[in-house]
């Protein structure tokens, strides 16, 4: 049942000090007065009406100002990742997808959307192949037409909305159109993503004149506008999404797709795809039965398949019950967590597809005896090595071995993650993404927007032509995720916590560690989500941030066998708790991507 409407959402995000005080928001700047200074960005903040966090102080604002209206965490939510498709643009938007969790405190139950992007109807097995039946080069897969899936944001918005909202999508749209209309401030993060894509960029004359002005990535403090997008959200507000799915933004989506805009003159191949009007109309989000195991006496639910977050974190929670993290030693504790990754991976690999074209077995992968089975393969004494071979959910053998193990495939590490609460007690964990950093880099023109390359999530090709990969292309299917937003509830079906972080595959590490950090090894939610990771996806190493790997902890794993590469950064993880005397806690991302941005609607004062 949706919450009845109190009063209409502010149209502009307001500076965190005025939000958390209870300030009336300023006025807007949409009648030629420059933007108002980007809010402060905090990592972590208390208190009471409910809470927000996001890596983007803009976007949080945006979701802070719809609670402080009388809106629930799932106006919120939306709002804030409107807001994030202006801000962070090169993560999340509506030409991408996502996956969206929410708990319900009324009925003290999870539900879930699978909003993840389709293939065309056409797709088969060689989507990614040549002339010759040899996979394409990731990159020449990346930047083209046949990388993009039809989008699933902005009808997992109006799914969300219509269940559990209490506002429209106009309403909580606009706070996001009048960023876009007057700006944001351009830091050093977003900097530096426009430069990595410049050569791509550049090549796609509508991506170059919005992100490459003057024909080079924007300066840091500059203002970064976005009329287009502004015109798209006010459109999708008034006119809902058949705008998208049944009319005139869906067509120049297709024709974006399969006319892709580039550049006279450009050296580039940019191959053409094959989606369809059809294909946007045929598309439908999917309220799926969360996962849900049990861990120290909490109950951890997150997303089914098509994702393999909540398989995969869920598994590696089996695996590990029944060791004592709570008093083993740092590198004890990392190495058992490394293993249970390990596992889950190459389970992972074997197993997750599209549900709706693939026999997934959830139940077996999440049961306690599968678990039991894959956690005795792990020592204290030695590691094992990668890649490991999986076993087998629907017959567990406990310690097997052997059979032919699935490479885990790429998947773009710039997706962005959002975390609400609201003063009802309803939470929202909701990770929205265009794969790539800059997705496919190709803008549809006129309307403001990246195009996602989530197709390129797909396997290629089969590891081994004698097994079935769950993963391959197919009509209409659902490539698969490592999307993992997470909702933890007490035993009274009460939330305790929930996180997600973006990051491709290392997704499902990063929630794993950021939430056995918080459950087995008591650190704080922030200080959880800031300790430094490692990663391992069934392969060879394992990656570490360079805090790790250069710790004498990296020696004292290596004697155990684990071997390590260094990574700058993993993941961007954001999450809410609720804490004991009532107070909702945001926590984000000290250092990584910049720092995220936590906030509450009032740092005093009980309802």
Partial sequence: MRRSTARNVSALAVTAAMLTAGAAAPPSAAHGRAPAAAPAKTPVATGYGGAVASVDADATAAGIQVLKNGGNAVDAAVATAAALGVTEPYSSGIGGGGYFVYYDAKSRTVHTIDGRETAPASAGTGLFLDENGKPLPFDDAVTSGR?????????????????????????????????????????????????????????????????LPHGAPPAVGSTLRNPDLARTYEKLGRQGIGLLYHGDLGRDIVRTVRTPPVAPGTTRVVRPGDLTTGDLARYGTVFRKPTEVSYRGLDVYGMAPSSSGGTSVGEALN?????????????????????????????????VGDPAQEDVPTAGLLSRRFGDSRACLISDSHALTSPLAPGDPRHPVPCASGGKAVPTTYEGQNTTHLTVADKWGDVVAYTLTIEQTGGS?????????????????????????????????????????????????????????????????????????????RVDRGMPLVDAIAAPRA?????????????????????????????????????????????????????????????????????????
Avoid: C
């Fill in 147 to 211: 990388s993009v899936g039809a989008p699933g944001t902005a009808a997992t918005w109006d799914s969300a909305l219509r269940a559990w909202g209490s506002r429209s999508l106009g309403q909580v749209l606009t706070p996001a159109e009048h960023l876009a209309k007057d700006g944001f401030t351009v830091d050093e993060t977003f900097r530096s993503q426009t430069a990595a894509n410049q050569a791509r960029f550049a090549d796609f004359p509508d991506t170059a004149k919005l992100f």
């Fill in 319 to 351: 695996i590990l019950r029944n060791t004592d993290l709570k008093h083993a030693s740092q590198v004890q504790y990392l190495h058992h967590y490394i293993e249970a990754s390990r596992i889950a991976f190459a389970d992972r690999g074997r197993w």
């Fill in 441 to 517: 880099a190709m803008t549809v023109p006129g309307r403001g927007f990246l195009l996602n390359n989530e197709l390129t999530d797909f396997s290629f090709a089969p590891a081994d032509p004698a097994v079935h990969d769950p993963n391959l292309p197919g009509p209409g299917k659902r490539p698969r995720s490592s999307i993992s937003p997470t909702v933890v509830l007490d035993r009274d079906h009460r939330p305790v916590f929930a996180i997600g972080s973006p990051g491709g595959a290392s997704i499902i590490t990063t929630v794993l560690q950021t939430l056995t950090n």
């Fill in 535 to 607: 990663s391992q996806r069934n392969a060879a190493t394992t990656e570490l941030e360079p805090a790790l790997y250069n710790s004498p902890l990296r020696g004292q794993l290596e004697a155990l066998g684990q071997k390590f590469t260094q990574i700058d950064e993993i993941g961007a993880a954001t999450g809410v708790e609720r804490l004991p005397d009532g107070r909702w806690q945001a926590a984000a991302e000290k250092v990584r991507r910049g720092g995220g941005s936590a906030m509450v609607v009032r740092r005093s004062g009980p309802q």
